[in-house]
T-cell receptor, first 115, second 113 residues
């Protein structure tokens, strides 16, 4: 089955600890994205990557870091510098935008709770 | 600065009737618009999209209308079914915008049996 997987579904961490969220896709998509969703808000872009070994900051990158060493994987690290890390994190991917159809496909999400 | 706005946080519609969800945008560079459906604790699912060269796109029970002069789009669901109860997000992409999507805050649709 082709798709995007995020693990774990629920994650608990103590304040001050870094935590890494996993995102893997087997859709052969070039571009990958990380969003966070907070109650009553839309999805806000954290980081995105259009090709391997390259990524750009989104609208709320502070306190987060990413890597893109493989096409299939785009892990997100929530660092202790992120002031309000408790949120629902969503990973998405889309095909290389040669054709102007910027549809993104989402994983199931990870709920991070910092205690 | 909210470039994509969904001004109705919630909407209730009787089963079988038409549901109309609205979305406004401010950025004139947006040229592609998408609707996503989201259940609690799950990732959004792509529903339907429309390019700015069109004013209507239909897919089964779902139709999206785009009014470029008013910078407004709407999603029509007819007939509404209980399984349509979810949060619907409008999203937009700007030409030369690296395919990034800007999302609205969502509208929670409840279908009343």
């Amino acid at each position: 089955d082709g798709g995007i997987t995020q693990s774990p579904k629920y994650l608990f961490r103590k304040e001050g600890q870094n935590v890494t969220l996993s995102c893997e896709q087997n859709l052969n998509h070039d571009a990958m994205y990380w969003y966070r969703q907070d109650p009553g808000q839309g999805l806000r872009l954290i980081y995105y990557s259009q090709i391997v070994n390259d990524f750009q900051k989104g609208d709320i990158a502070e306190g987060y870091s990413v890597s893109r060493e493989k096409k299939e994987s785009f892990p997100l690290t929530v660092t202790s510098a992120q002031k309000n890390p408790t949120a629902f994190y969503l990973c998405a991917s889309s095909p290389q935008p040669r054709v102007r159809i910027p549809t993104q496909y989402f994983g199931p999400g990870t709920r991070l709770t910092v205690l | 600065d909210q470039q994509v706005k969904q001004n109705s946080p919630s909407l209730s519609v009787q089963e079988g009737r038409i549901s109309i969800l609205n979305c406004d945008y401010t950025n004139s560079m947006f040229d592609y618009f998408l609707w996503y459906k989201k259940y609690p604790a799950e990732g959004p699912t792509f529903l339907i999209s429309i390019s700015s060269i069109k004013d209507k796109n239909e897919d089964g029970r779902f139709t999206v209308f785009l009014n470029k002069s008013a910078k407004h789009l709407s999603l029509h669901i007819v007939p509404s079914q209980p399984g349509d109860s979810a949060v619907y997000f409008c999203a937009a992409s700007a030409i030369f915008g690296n395919e990034k999507l800007t999302f609205g805050t969502g509208t929670r649709l409840t279908i009343i049996p």
